[in-house]
């Protein structure tokens, strides 16, 4: 604590001038509203906060630069890019077959499963209609036409603004004012809250460690649904709740970390009607579709047992693919081990999967959360459901989605998988079984994808 306070002294100017530049949001009365401009050209009536006052992550690097520099590695810090930086465009635009170049381009937008491009018109930003899959090096179109929203905007990517549609999710601080986009990227402040009343009491010289924690949110300090809240402010499907003020936008306006997000977002109905694939998800409600790890996670047992999303994510480290904090196996088998009281409950992890050690078929994560929703191409986002009943052949045989085992056998039949299964015997059997014959009696296309 006290070497903290003492290098933060030394630190006192550049912290004070970046408290001059906050932004101030509310008048504190609560219940009253107050007009408030947007970058984008939009106003907007933000309910009556006290203290929503950001600082911005560099300020808070200052105090904190393991975290920052940890942060600084994850995609996180690295969704919008400047297209001159090093390394940021992954697209090939000497393939472009589209009329725009990258002149056409003030900003990317991602760089894991596809780039897509972001141009400044006016004060806002629009998307250009084109986009790059990084998996298959190809260039395709973009234009949603099945998203909720679109009833909504006419049908010209000039008319659709990134800041109603977009920025909110890829930016820290539009979320929680509405109006303004504090920096790129989802940095400290998405997930901790806005830091100057904790940054204040430090430098007033606050030694108590109870009182300086007051002022910013530590998720892993939060019960644990409003935890898991905190990511899925950005990681869940959802709609604007009924009564919101901001019909059009596709983000929770006005959530703070540390509060009950389901005042913000309602989450998306899982089909149109009973029976229906949706956009978002399947006929039994898992997700088709990248970025709605959320609405699985918040089905499995997992959750309902107070697992987080960090428990196996960790923010402040890009070392392992998706920021998991152990890769491989190693990452379940901190909670999970053969006969533990968690499963699985067989005498050795191979007894289990039926498969060699060393086999693809014997990682967790290719059974419990394999690649059957689409991101950029199809059967590549990873299903957050963990329980396997949610994955298995069986729900291929009742809902047409693609199952674990036929993901990686694609020359094999679903009844294959369902015969191996039932073979396997397990505490499911039955319904293998069950499923086996219901196969027979109506015959459902085979589907790889
Ligand atoms: C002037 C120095 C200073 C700055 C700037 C600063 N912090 Fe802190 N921070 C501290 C100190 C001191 C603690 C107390 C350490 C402890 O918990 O014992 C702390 C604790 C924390 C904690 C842990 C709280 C808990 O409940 O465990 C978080 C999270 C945090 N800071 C985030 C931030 C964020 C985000 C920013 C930028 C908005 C920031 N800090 C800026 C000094 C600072
Ligand atoms: C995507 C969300 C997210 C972002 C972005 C993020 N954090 Fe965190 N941070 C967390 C979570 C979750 C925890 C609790 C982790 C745990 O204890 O398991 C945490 C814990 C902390 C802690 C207390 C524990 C520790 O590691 O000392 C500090 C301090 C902190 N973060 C600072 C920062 C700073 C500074 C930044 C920006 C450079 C940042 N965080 C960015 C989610 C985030
Ligand atoms: C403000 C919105 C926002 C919040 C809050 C947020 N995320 Fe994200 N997250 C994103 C976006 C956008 C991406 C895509 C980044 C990219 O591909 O460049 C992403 C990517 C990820 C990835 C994939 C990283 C990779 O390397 O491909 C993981 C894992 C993740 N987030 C977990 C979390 C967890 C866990 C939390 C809560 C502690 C969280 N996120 C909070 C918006 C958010
Ligand atoms: C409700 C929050 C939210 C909104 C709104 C949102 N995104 Fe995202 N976006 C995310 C998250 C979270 C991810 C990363 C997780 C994933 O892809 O599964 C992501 C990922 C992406 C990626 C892929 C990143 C990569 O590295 O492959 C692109 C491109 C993207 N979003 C573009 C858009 C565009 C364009 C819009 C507006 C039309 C938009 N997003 C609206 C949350 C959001
Ligand atoms: C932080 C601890 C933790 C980690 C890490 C963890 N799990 Fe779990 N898991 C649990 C708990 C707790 C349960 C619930 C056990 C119960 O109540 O029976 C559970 C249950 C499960 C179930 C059974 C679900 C059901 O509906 O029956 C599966 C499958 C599972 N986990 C897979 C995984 C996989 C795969 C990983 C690694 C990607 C993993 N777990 C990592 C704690 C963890
Ligand atoms: C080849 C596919 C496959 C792999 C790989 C796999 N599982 Fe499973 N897992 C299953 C199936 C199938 C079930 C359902 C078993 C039943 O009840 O019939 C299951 C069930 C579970 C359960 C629920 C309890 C139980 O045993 O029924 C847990 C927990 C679990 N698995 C954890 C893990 C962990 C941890 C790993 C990695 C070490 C893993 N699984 C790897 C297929 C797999
Ligand atoms: C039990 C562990 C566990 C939990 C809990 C968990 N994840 Fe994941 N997540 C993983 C693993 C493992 C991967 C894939 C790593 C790999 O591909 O090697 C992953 C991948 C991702 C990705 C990358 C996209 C993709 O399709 O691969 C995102 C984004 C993500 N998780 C977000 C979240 C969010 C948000 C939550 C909470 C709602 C969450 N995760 C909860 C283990 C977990
Ligand atoms: C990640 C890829 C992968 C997944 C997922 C997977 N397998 Fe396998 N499977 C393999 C590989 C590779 C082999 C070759 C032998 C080995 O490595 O054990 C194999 C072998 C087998 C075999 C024995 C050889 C044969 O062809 O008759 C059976 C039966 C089998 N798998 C069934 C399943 C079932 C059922 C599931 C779903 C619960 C499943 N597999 C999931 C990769 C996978």
């Known amino acids: 604590m006290k070497t903290i306070s003492m290098r933060i002294l030394g630190k006192m100017p550049l912290v004070s001038l970046c408290l001059c530049v906050l932004f101030w949001a509310g008048d504190g009365t609560s219940g009253s509203r107050s007009e408030v401009k947007l970058a984008g050209g939009l106003t907007t009536p933000l309910e009556g906060r006290v203290g929503i006052i950001y600082v911005g992550s560099k ?7 393991e975290n920052y520099a940890g942060w600084a590695t994850t995609r996180h810090s690295k969704m919008i890019r400047n297209p001159a930086e090093p390394g940021a465009l992954v697209a ?5 077959p589209f009329s725009f170049t990258l002149k056409d381009a003030d900003l990317l937008l991602g760089n894991r499963f596809k780039q897509r491009f972001m141009k400044k018109i006016g ?29 909504q905007y006419p049908e010209n990517w000039q008319k659709r603004p ?71 402010q950005c990681h869940l499907s959802g709609r604007p709740p009924e009564g919101s003020n901001f019909p059009d936008r596709d983000y ?41 790890q959320g609405n699985d996670f918040v089905q499995s ?37 053969s006969n533990s009281p968690a499963g699985p409950f067989e005498d050795s992890i191979s007894g289990h999967t039926h498969h060699k050690p060393d086999s693809p ?11 059957i929703g689409k991101n950029a191409v199809a059967l590549e986002s990873r299903c957050h459901c963990f329980d396997f009943e949610f994955v298995s052949p069986e729900r291929t045989v009742l809902y047409d989605h693609p199952n674990a085992c036929n993901r990686c056998h694609q020359d094999k039949t679903l009844e294959w998988a369902l015969r191996a299964l039932a073979d396997w015997s397990g505490s499911q059997r039955w319904r293998w079984l069950k499923a086996l014959q219901e196969l027979k009696e109506r015959p459902v296309k085979e589907t790889g994808d």
């Open 92 to 96: 090939d635009f000497s393939t472009n």
């Open 361 to 371: 078929g014997s990682l967790c994560i290719e059974c419990h959360m394999p690649r």
């Open 252 to 292: 929770p306006v006005g959530y703070l970390p540390g509060d009950d997000l389901s005042r913000y977002r309602s989450p998306a109905p899982s089909s149109g009607r009973e029976g229906h694939e949706s956009h978002e998800f399947f006929k039994d409600g898992v997700s088709r579709k990248n970025r709605n």
């Open 59 to 65: 300020v808070c690097s200052t105090c904190h630069p």
């Open 123 to 151: 004060d806002d930003y629009y998307i250009l209609p084109m986009q790059w899959n990084v998996a298959t090096k190809e260039w395709v179109k973009y234009f949603p036409k099945d998203e909720w929203w679109v009833s």
């Open 162 to 232: 990134t800041s109603k549609l977009c920025d909110g999710c890829h930016s820290t601080g539009l979320i929680g004012t509405g109006t303004t986009i504090i920096e790129w990227n989802i940095a400290c402040e998405a997930c901790h809250g806005p830091g100057a009343r904790h940054i204040e009491e430090v430098l007033a010289g606050e030694q108590d460690p109870a009182k300086i924690r007051a002022n910013i949110v530590n998720p892993s300090r939060l019960p644990f649904d409003r935890a898991v809240d905190v990511c899925l």
């Open 301 to 337: 047992r997992m959750y309902s047992r107070g697992v987080r999303c960090f428990d196996c994510h960790n923010p402040h480290s890009g070392r392992y693919t998706s920021m998991v904090y152990k890769p491989g196996n190693s990452l379940c088998l901190t909670c999970h081990r």
